[in-house]
């Protein structure tokens, strides 16, 4: 068990088909707030985010949009030599997450890509327990997990909300933000600072 610092680039996956249903419906709020009509994309697409919500639809595939931001994100962090600076590449077990991943990676081998199912998202029926007591447990093994790696420097591809409660953080992490925070050990992390937005 190593409990040495560590650097942490925390990175959230690109757009997915729900975060633009979701969209299409606080646009559609939006208008009726103000009496407008709302546009016909953002009625179809709000309305798919409500089936979404119910049919419980939690492995969304990334949009379009969140395609080009994978592509743009790769840009930019190999123009940056960010591979250089990690060793592994830990993701989500969740599609979006593993796809943002391999966009990051782009092909390259020398980075070692691990799936850590302490990573998933948090779940809406666990923002309604008290504590957040399942997703405090997955934080806990994702700080056990750290512990136990010789890395020095890891990347990890998650969701907003869990790296707001894993920070303590009040601002929300756009798809695709690039977080740099140390990691000291023993569950501890530092301030958080944001690296790079597309």
């Given at each position: 068990?190593?409990n040495?610092?560590k650097?942490?680039y925390?990175?959230?996956h690109?757009?997915?088909i729900?975060n633009?249903?979701?969209q299409?419906?606080r646009?559609v ?9 709302p546009?016909?994309e953002d009625?179809?697409l709000?309305g ?8 419980r639809d939690?492995?969304?595939e990334?949009s379009?949009?969140?395609k080009?931001?994978?592509?743009k994100l790769?840009k930019?962090?190999?123009?940056q030599?960010?591979?250089e600076?990690i060793?592994?590449?830990g ?5 979006r997450?593993?796809h ?5 990676l782009?092909?390259n081998?020398e980075?070692?890509?691990?799936k850590?199912?302490c990573?998933?998202?948090i779940?809406p ?5 008290k504590?957040n ?10 700080g056990?997990?750290?512990?136990a790696?010789e890395?020095?420097s890891i ?6 909300q869990?790296?707001r409660?894993?920070?303590n953080?009040r601002?929300?992490f756009?798809?695709?933000d690039?977080?740099?925070v ?13 690296l790079?937005r597309i």
């Amino acid at each position: 068990m190593t409990n040495e610092k560590k650097k942490l680039y925390l990175i959230r996956h690109a757009e997915t088909i729900r975060n633009a249903h979701i969209q299409g419906l606080r646009n559609v709020g939006s208008s009726c707030r103000r009496f407008k009509l709302p546009v016909k994309e953002d009625f179809t697409l709000g309305g798919k985010g409500i089936w979404g919500f119910v049919s419980r639809d939690k492995d969304s595939e990334l949009s379009e949009l969140g395609k080009l931001q994978v592509v743009k994100l790769s840009k930019l962090l190999s123009d940056q030599k960010f591979l250089e600076k990690i060793t592994k590449i830990g993701h989500s077990p969740l599609v979006r997450a593993e796809h943002t991943c391999d966009g990051i990676l782009n092909g390259n081998k020398e980075v070692k890509k691990v799936k850590l199912d302490c990573l998933s998202e948090i779940a809406p029926g666990e923002y309604a327990l008290k504590f957040n007591i399942p997703v405090r447990r997955r934080i806990c093994e994702l700080g056990a997990w750290l512990d136990a790696q010789e890395d020095e420097s890891i990347a990890l591809v998650g969701h907003s909300q869990y790296f707001r409660l894993l920070l303590n953080m009040r601002e929300k992490f756009r798809n695709c933000d690039v977080w740099e925070v140390s990691y000291e050990g023993g569950g501890a992390f530092s301030t958080p600072e944001m690296l790079y937005r597309i």
